[in-house]
């Protein structure tokens, strides 16, 4: 019975250790995202500043 629940135990703690992996994961996909989409609308307003100035 010891066995069995130090395997549980041991089950949990790898569970416990993927799930953080994963969320880690995801939040550094987000944050990727996140300055993409940025990065791309500063990119934008910065060619419909230039397209502004060019027909003034």
């Known amino acids: 019975r010891e066995i ?7 089950q949990r703690e790898l569970l ?6 994963t969320r880690e994961q ?4 987000n944050e990727a995202a996140t ?5 791309y609308r500063k990119y934008q ?9 060019k027909h003034q």
């Open 4 to 10: 069995e629940q130090e395997q549980e135990r041991r």
């Open 16 to 21: 416990e250790k993927q799930e953080k992996l």
């Open 26 to 29: 995801q939040r550094q996909e």
């Open 35 to 39: 300055k993409i989409q940025s990065a």
């Open 45 to 53: 307003n910065r060619r419909k500043l230039k397209e502004k100035q």
